[in-house]
């Protein structure tokens, strides 16, 4: 397939401000950006779904820059309820290095930061050199603002739609940049660029967004429990990422597979053949799984991750990193615990209902601490047999219960 084929196979094509663009991606080498404020750190699994066609362009021969913007992320795009929350200059400065330093190492591409050429732009050139080209009436009726208007909305706010339209005019006159790649909540943002291209530079600028990638639920893929899933292995875990995608829904996976690897169509579609037959093997899911893991933390990391899962759910939790270990265990009762027998501590904590039935359990072999299989109702349990002050306690084949010292 060609390129503009491919991302519309995938869905990944959402809007385009012209019918020109896709001859432009089928036939000619395109250098595009794609952007990200730094409100954290770290990129999450969410924006892993729209940085990663930074990649499959690279792959037809177009050109990608990587934007982080660092003068952006000191004002906040606006939100669709309520004004974002600023930051220090000092946290945008940390989270810009930390964007930084990860999509080089994940992507490989050229990174800029906007606040290099926003920082000495004065009040009034701004107000002169850009904000006389963009009419009001024009930004009340970007789908974002307009939400804003009964609420209110800040003139910081109001103006952020500028700064992103300057930056694409920047990048065009800098680095050659014709087309600004992102999200569909950011069309407002990319068309103010291209109108002010148009009526800066009398040139003509494409965009193109991408469906944000949801769950069954309709909530942004990458959301659990209302907390983001990282890229920064130090913040995920490969076994907690790995969690989260071998549980996908049956009904999101193959879309999933489209948008998030680099699989081709044939091998999707034998894998969706295969998913339907027997969706109680969640071959579609675990190669998920292996795709996306594999591409931002290696196979070592994968590998990992799956025989994690599988010492922990076969009982085998020695090797388990405890980190990982507490991550897999984290919907488990845990509980408070100090010096006590055994069978206290099954009995005080509703591990067994009674000394009876503690007996009963530890008789048949049901008990083990740590991974080992106990038997003495006498032994006693103390932070010396712990696992960095933690017992893990498993009651027959499946039931976990965490212990902590406190």
Known sequence: MKCFEDLKWRGLIKDI????????????????????????DSMHIGHFSSFLIATRLAKYGHHPILLVGGATG???DPKPSQERKMITKEEVMHNVEGLTNQAKKIFG?????????????????????????????????KDIIARRLDTGITFCEFAYTILQGLDFVH????????????????????TTGIELARKMKDVELYGLTMPLVL???????????????????????????????????????????????????????????????HPELRIAQKTLAKEVITFLHGEEEYNKAVKTSENLFGGNIKDIDIKDLLTGLKDVPHFDIEDCTLIDLLVNNGVASSRREAREFLSSNAISI?????????????????????????????????????
């Open 109 to 141: 591409f050229e990174v800029v930061n906007n606040y290099d050429w926003i920082k000495d732009i004065n009040t009034i050139d701004f107000l002169r050199d850009y904000g006389k080209y963009i009419n009001v009436n024009y930004m009340l009726n």
């Open 370 to 406: 740590n991974g080992d299989i106990v038997t003495d109702e006498n032994m006693m349990i103390t932070k010396e047999v712990s696992m960095d002050g933690v017992v893990i306690i498993r009651r027959g084949k499946k039931k976990y219960f965490v212990a902590s010292f406190k």
């Open 171 to 190: 990048l065009y006159e800098d680095k050659g940049v014709t087309l600004e790649v992102a999200g569909s909540d950011q069309w407002g943002n990319i």
């Open 17 to 40: 401000s012209s019918p020109e663009l896709e001859d432009k991606l089928n036939n000619e080498e395109v250098t595009f950006y794609i952007g990200t404020d730094p409100t954290a």
């Open 74 to 76: 000191l004002i906040g």
């Open 215 to 277: 769950d069954a639920n309709g909530v942004k893929f990458g959301k659990t429990e209302g907390n983001a899933l990282w890229l920064d292995i130090n913040k995920t875990s490969s076994y907690e990422l790995y969690q989260y995608l071998i549980n996908s829904d049956d009904k999101c996976v193959i879309d999933y597979l489209k948008k998030l690897t680099f699989l081709t169509k044939e091998e999707i579609e034998a894998i969706e053949k295969e998913h339907n037959e």
